[in-house]
Structure formats: structure tokens, C-alpha cells
């Protein structure tokens, strides 16, 4: 009973504090005055920095944001050659020759940081579902194991295909050691939306047909991560079982780019320097881009599967990601979050100490929700 008393006690004094507090800051702060105050903040150099608050948002005086001494060496230094590249200008979203060239234009200035082969991996291409996919075998995998990681590749919903999403089949099975399928999915300018998404739910459908959801994991980022949500919806308003776990890398889950960080780390991060609102109007196609198919995190997220979501602190998408991550929560979705430090969209190219920790971390989940499956074989 004391104790009761007591907790109840404490309650009652935070709600007092609260209250005295804040009469004390009406008293000390008129409404007047805190009105005009919220209008006219001014800052002074070597003070706030903050030239303007009205309510529109904070204006900014100009600063440098120095390189992080918080991450290693190796990641420090991939943040400044990502900002030291410059982003191309996207043509208008009905301009298809100007996307064309555009597209061709990122694959060849790419192509320098394809990976080598991997001499322990085997990689097949071919059709499936009527989609050009990419099959990727480690050879030290046991011929019974039916296991399968479908992964999706990211690039803006434009580009990312071909010789790039084989790559990734590649380095997802050696990750994981496990077989990975790659969908080298359909894009615009040629095909809008919903042609990718129904390249990604052909494919899982006939992959669950074959071998059954409860060996099947579904991951992706950015546009991936987008196109691995929505593949989720869809397969479950389509009656299809879930597969036992997804990843979400960074992912684009909101075409409206409505969330805080789209705005507070435009140009901080050097992976995606700002807005790509033309190309979800490019691949939209003219749909709403509210809709759950083209922006999950405005959907039911009831029944979905257990899910690992990544961003890091300079990543266009973080906002993205952590909103995803509580709406999931809110939804009964078991999700967990795992934000680095400095880390832009898309990582650290993958030469930091960092990737290498969250590469652990993929590992370590996707693992772990394959293991009911092996503990029964």
C-alpha cells in the first residue's frame, strides 16, 4: 500500500512540476511576446546560427558540417568521395529519351565498381514468372537445401538492373550462404508502375508454389526495400502466405517524401543529395502516390512478416525508415531498427568496418529466423 502510495505520490508531483513550469513560462513569456519571439529569432555568428524561425520552419546561416571523427577512417573517407561526385539533373518525368540516356549515363559511370567474380558462388540467368531473374548457388550449399533469399535491388526505380543485380545475387548467397534469387525487374522509362511490383509478386508467388513461404526470406533496399514492403501487401491481399522474415535497407516506403529528414539532411547526405520526386512521378506514372502499392508506410501493416530495418544518421531516408519501423510496431509487426552512425543511404560502399557490422547483423537475423526450418529438417 505504501508503495502505491508512494508511485502515486511521485505522479502527482511530475504533474505538478509540469504544470508549474509551465505557468511559470506563460508568466515570464506572454502569449504576445512568445509569438513575436517564434518570428523573429535572429542568431549571430558564433551563436545559434539560426537566422530566422517563423512558420514555415528554421532558416540557417550558411555552416560547414565537418567530416565525423565518430566513424573509422575508411568510412570518413567513402563520405567524402560520395560528395565530391556530382548528381546528375533528372529530365522531366514525360521526357522518356532524356530518362533513356540518363540511365545509361549511371550504368556506365558504374561499372567501375562492379565487384569481381566470386569463384565459390555459381550465378544463372533466367526467366521465371515471365521476369528475367538471377539465380545465385554458393557451391559449398547441400543440393536438399531449399532455402531461398529473394532480393531486390535498389537504383531510384531506374536503373540498378542487369550486370548489377546479378552482382548482388552474388554477394547476397556468398553472405549468406544460402541459394538467391535476384529480380532483375522491369523499369520506366518503358515500364511504369505497377509493372515492377508485378514482376516481384510473379516471381514470389511461383517460388512459393515451388518450394513453399516458410523457406523463403524477401529483402531489399532503397527502392528495393520500397518494392519488398509493397511485394508484402500485395502477396497478403492476394492470399498468399508470408515469408518468414523481411528486410528493409534504407527503404523508400514514402513517394511523397513527406518525412523530416527528406528536408534536414538534403545535401547532407552524399549518396542521395536531394528530393527524387521526379522519378516517383516518372514511375507512378500518374497514380497516387499515397497508395499503399507505392507507399507502404500509408498502408495496413497487419500480418506482415517479422522485419530488420537500417538507415543511419546521414541518410536522405532515415525519416523513412524510422517511421516504418514505428508503424510496423504499431501494427503487431515484430520489427527491429538499426540506425549507424554517419552512415549515408546505401552504406559505406562496403570498404568500412561499419558494413562489415551490418552485414553481420543481416546475417545474424536472417539466420535466426531461418533456424526453426533447420532445427526440423
Do not use: W
Given at each position: 500500500m505504501e508503495r502505491a502510495d508512494h508511485a502515486s505520490g511521485l505522479a502527482m508531483n511530475r504533474r505538478g512540476i509540469a504544470r508549474?513550469?509551465?505557468?511559470?513560462?506563460?508568466?515570464?513569456?506572454?502569449?504576445?511576446?512568445?509569438?513575436?519571439?517564434?518570428?523573429?529569432?535572429?542568431g549571430t555568428e558564433g551563436a545559434t546560427g539560426v537566422l530566422r524561425v517563423d512558420d514555415h520552419g528554421m532558416t540557417l546561416a550558411e555552416r560547414t558540417i565537418p567530416w565525423p571523427q565518430s566513424i573509422s577512417p575508411q568510412a570518413r573517407a567513402a563520405l567524402q568521395a560520395a560528395a565530391r561526385r556530382p548528381a546528375p539533373p533528372f529530365p522531366d518525368p514525360s521526357d522518356s529519351d532524356g530518362w533513356r540516356n540518363l540511365v545509361a549515363q549511371i550504368d556506365r559511370d558504374m561499372a567501375a565498381y562492379l565487384p569481381k567474380p566470386d569463384p565459390t558462388v555459381t550465378v544463372v540467368t533466367e526467366t521465371l514468372a515471365g521476369a528475367t531473374v538471377h539465380r545465385a548457388r554458393p557451391h559449398a550449399l547441400d543440393v536438399a537445401d531449399r532455402r531461398l533469399y529473394i532480393d531486390i535491388h535498389g537504383g531510384g526505380l531506374v536503373s540498378g538492373g542487369g550486370d548489377f543485380c546479378k552482382a548482388g545475387a552474388v554477394r547476397e548467397a556468398a553472405l549468406h550462404g544460402v541459394e538467391v534469387l535476384s529480380i532483375d525487374y522491369r523499369m520506366p522509362p518503358g515500364h511504369r508502375y505497377p509493372v515492377a511490383l508485378d514482376d516481384c509478386f510473379a516471381v514470389y508467388a511461383a517460388e512459393v508454389k515451388r518450394r513453399g513461404a516458410d523457406r523463403i526470406i524477401v529483402g531489399g533496399g532503397s527502392a528495393g526495400g520500397y518494392l519488398t514492403a509493397a511485394l508484402m501487401l500485395r502477396a497478403r491481399d492476394a492470399g498468399l502466405p508470408l515469408p518468414r522474415a523481411?528486410?528493409?535497407?534504407?527503404?523508400?516506403?514514402?513517394?511523397?517524401?513527406?518525412?523530416?529528414?527528406?528536408?534536414?539532411?538534403?545535401?547532407?547526405?552524399?549518396?542521395?543529395?536531394?528530393?527524387?520526386?521526379?522519378?516517383?512521378?516518372?514511375y507512378a506514372g500518374g497514380h497516387d502516390l499515397r497508395d499503399p502499392y507505392l507507399s507502404p508506410l500509408f498502408g495496413d501493416l497487419k500480418g506482415l512478416p517479422p522485419t530488420l530495418l537500417q538507415s543511419g544518421t546521414r541518410?536522405?531516408?532515415?525519416?523513412?525508415?524510422?517511421?516504418?519501423?514505428?508503424?510496423?510496431?504499431?501494427?503487431?509487426?515484430?520489427?527491429?531498427?538499426?540506425?549507424?552512425?554517419?552512415m549515408p543511404h546505401g552504406r559505406f560502399f562496403g570498404g568500412a568496418p561499419e558494413d562489415a557490422a551490418l552485414d553481420q547483423e543481416l546475417k545474424a537475423f536472417v539466420s535466426a529466423h531461418w533456424q526453426p526450418l533447420e532445427d526440423s529438417a
Open positions: 508549474f513550469c509551465a505557468g511559470l513560462i506563460a508568466m515570464l513569456f506572454p502569449a504576445g511576446v512568445r509569438a513575436a519571439t517564434a518570428q523573429s529569432v535572429r523481411a528486410l528493409l535497407l534504407s527503404p523508400r516506403v514514402d513517394m511523397t517524401e513527406s518525412g523530416d529528414t527528406v528536408a534536414t539532411l538534403m545535401d547532407i547526405d552524399p549518396v542521395l543529395k536531394g528530393r527524387l520526386a521526379a522519378t516517383a512521378l516518372l541518410d536522405l531516408y532515415l525519416s523513412n525508415t524510422v517511421r516504418m519501423h514505428r508503424a510496423l510496431r504499431k501494427a503487431g509487426v515484430a520489427a527491429q531498427l538499426h540506425v549507424f552512425e554517419a
